[in-house]
Nanobody, 119 residues
Framework: QVRLVESGGGLVQPGGSLRLSCAASGIDFSIYKMGWYRQAPGKQRELVAN???????NYAHSLKDRFTISRDNAKRTVYLQMNSLNPDDTAVYYC?????????????WGQGTQVTVSS
């Protein structure tokens, strides 16, 4: 059974930082592209960042200066360090695991963790 379990969300003041974690089980973590998405109320889910197996990183353009994605294959965990948070970052943040092969595509999501930026 595949599980992606996010943690680290919560309430933070503007200008603050949070680090999200996503622990994966039931997949060969090292071959998956791992990503973070977010969905704010009334808005579509959007990509925050992803990190393929080779460790390169991709960010939403508006977030690349404040957010950092990383992965630890030994711990089967992907992280999202978020700095200089502002109220526009308030959203549910979802972890994603994606693998594409010659014959199959696998796409898994976590349950999400709420991040609220407010004074």
């Amino acid at each position: 059974q595949v599980r992606l379990v996010e943690s680290g969300g919560g309430l933070v003041q503007p200008g603050g930082s949070l680090r999200l974690s996503c622990a994966a089980s039931g997949i060969d973590f090292s071959i998956y592209k791992m990503g973070w998405y977010r969905q704010a109320p009334g808005k579509q889910r959007e990509l925050v960042a992803n990190i393929p197996p080779d460790g390169t990183t991709n960010y939403a353009h508006s977030l690349k200066d404040r957010f950092t994605i990383s992965r630890d294959n030994a711990k089967r965990t992907v992280y999202l360090q978020m700095n200089s948070l502002n109220p526009d970052d308030t959203a549910v943040y979802y972890c994603n695991a994606y693998f594409w092969g010659l014959e199959s595509t696998y796409d898994y999501w976590g349950q999400g963790t709420q991040v609220t930026v407010s004074s």
